[in-house]
């Protein structure tokens, strides 16, 4: 089995179903008492948002890439950036490992198109859903996404910040999110991308008017894949 290497902390909340989905994709796939082998640096979020809300992604680069580079140092043979939205600096991350880097972006277009989704709705941070990074990584496998309108950006962002990255899971954000994927629906929509990693503490991709796709279970998934040499979590973007 090889050796995972999870950044994560940003938030804790989603780290800990990282950590709990890896594990249990190994156990159920080796059964008995198996479990994952692998390696968390789990940062200070605080310190990360701080350079989110500056614009300082440089900066953030270069603090996520000195802990990959530390994970595949103490013997990960892969590596995970356990968020979409830090997702914004993965090719800088990237330069400094080599090891791969599993990209969920990739991996979550992997599952799109394995499904025959087309045109889904992403749910995430202001930052995926507004930024060209996302989108246009997307496009590269033929994925056209849709975002909400402006008010329902901002209030899905607050969700995320505000409750979900704080451990608050709310039914009226629920009902929220769900009035925000049926308008969607409407416009076009054939799925919904779960796309920030603390969206599956609050929406079960099995129970919404489209199909939905959880970044954080299709990650982690990736990662033990390649962990347990099946073939997958190296797919070229």
């Known amino acids: 089995m090889k050796t995972i290497g999870l950044i994560g902390g940003m938030s804790f909340e989603s780290s800990a179903v990282y950590y709990r989905q890896v594990n249990e994709a190994v156990r159920a796939r080796l059964g008995g008492l198996a479990s994952a082998d692998v390696l968390m640096h789990s940062v200070n979020f605080e310190d990360i948002v701080a350079l989110q809300k500056a614009g300082r992604w440089d900066l953030a680069a270069k603090r996520l890439g000195d802990v990959a580079s530390g994970l595949e140092t103490a013997g990960a043979d892969c590596v995970l950036i356990c968020t979409n939205t830090m997702h914004m600096v993965a090719d800088e991350v990237e330069t400094r490992l080599n090891v791969p880097l599993i990209n969920i972006i990739d991996e979550t277009a992997h599952a799109l198109k394995a499904g025959g989704a087309r045109r889904p709705l992403l749910l995430a941070t202001r930052y995926t859903m507004e930024q060209p990074f996302y989108?246009?990584?997307?496009?590269?496998?033929?994925?056209?996404?849709?975002?909400?309108?402006?008010?329902?950006?901002?209030?899905?962002?607050?969700?995320?910040?505000?409750?979900?990255?704080?451990?608050?899971?709310?039914?009226?954000?629920?009902?929220?999110?769900?009035?925000?994927?049926?308008?969607?629906?409407?416009?076009?929509?054939?799925?919904?991308?779960?796309?920030?990693?603390?969206?599956?503490?609050?929406?079960?991709?099995?129970?919404?008017?489209?199909?939905?796709?959880?970044?954080?279970?299709?990650?982690?998934?990736?990662?033990?894949?390649?962990?347990?040499?099946?073939?997958?979590?190296?797919?070229?973007?």
């Open 135 to 237: 989108a246009e990584r997307m496009k590269r496998h033929g994925i056209e996404i849709m975002v909400p309108d402006a008010e329902d950006r901002t209030a899905t962002h607050t969700i995320i910040f505000d409750e979900l990255c704080a451990g608050r899971v709310l039914d009226p954000s629920r009902d929220q999110l769900l009035a925000i994927i049926e308008k969607a629906k409407a416009e076009g929509a054939d799925s919904v991308i779960l796309g920030c990693t603390e969206i599956c503490l609050i929406l079960d991709p099995a129970k919404l008017e489209l199909p939905g796709y959880d970044s954080t279970t299709i990650h982690a998934d990736a990662a033990v894949s390649f962990a347990l040499a099946e073939g997958h979590g190296m797919r070229a973007a």
